[in-house]
T-cell receptor, first 116, second 114 residues
Framework: AQTVTQSQPEMSVQEAETVTLSCTYDTSENNYYLFWYKQPPSRQMILVIRQEAYKQQNATENRFSVNFQKAAKSFSLKISDSQLGDTAMYFCAFMNPPSGNNDMRFGAGTRLTVKP | ETGVTQTPRHLVMGMTNKKSLKCEQHLGHNAMYWYKQSAKKPLELMFVYSLEERVENNSVPSRFSPECPNSSHLFLHLHTLQPEDSALYLC?????????????FGPGTRLTVL
């Protein structure tokens, strides 16, 4: 079974600094998709960034970038120039196409607090 | 944040009550999902509907009954729930139900079972 592990239940960072959230996953498949979702307090969960496993280039979205290490099955999220609005729960997720359904597996989440 | 809406936002019910959660998506998507989010646990996929047909049921207890009357609406009917069913229930939708599709989430219904 595919699992997703986020080893940091909570993290904090000073405003304007950089923080990296860790995520590892376990799969025997070669083709899959990885996602980072953000869930602000009392607000909807939104997609931050996604990565296709067949692409070697790390995905970036403005201040958000990933470090995808396929061999190590690692998918960390780097947030640069942290802003107060980045305070949220961050979930790493994995989706494996050959499973024949849309069973996206999530990690338990990392609670990030950006301090002024 | 209005792409996927959920009502009610909060619900408190007794173990003998029957209630329903509603989800509506305004994105023109063809797939919809129910997830359960419990404290300090990963999100758990409960049901997937693609083009109004159920394609996934991850061994969810029968006290949870989904209904998808059309591609824009999804319901979760609840009856005879247990206190451990208290959680945040999230609805999501995606374009076609394909594996590469991004899922868009609603704000959730916070359910408390007394």
């Amino acid at each position: 079974a595919q699992t997703v592990t986020q080893s940091q239940p909570e993290m904090s960072v000073q405003e304007a600094e950089t923080v990296t959230l860790s995520c590892t996953y376990d799969t025997s498949e070669n083709n899959y998709y990885l996602f980072w979702y953000k869930q602000p307090p009392s607000r909807q969960m939104i997609l931050v960034i996604r990565q296709e496993a067949y692409k070697q280039q790390n995905a970036t979205e403005n201040r958000f970038s990933v470090n995808f290490q396929k061999a190590a099955k690692s998918f960390s999220l780097k947030i640069s120039d942290s802003q107060l609005g980045d305070t949220a729960m961050y979930f790493c997720a994995f989706m494996n196409p050959p499973s024949g359904n849309n069973d996206m597996r999530f990690g338990a989440g990392t609670r990030l607090t950006v301090k002024p | 944040e209005t792409g996927v809406t959920q009502t009610p936002r909060h619900l408190v019910m007794g173990m003998t009550n029957k209630k329903s959660l509603k989800c509506e998506q305004h994105l023109g998507h063809n797939a919809m999902y129910w997830y359960k989010q419990s404290a300090k646990k990963p999100l758990e996929l409960m049901f997937v509907y693609s083009l109004e047909e159920r394609v996934e049921n991850n061994s969810v207890p029968s006290r949870f009954s989904p209904e998808c009357p059309n591609s824009s609406h999804l319901f979760l009917h609840l009856h005879t729930l247990q206190p451990e069913d208290s959680a945040l229930y999230l609805c999501a939708s995606s374009q076609s139900g394909g594996f590469a599709d991004t899922q868009y989430f609603g704000p959730g219904t916070r359910l408390t079972v007394l």
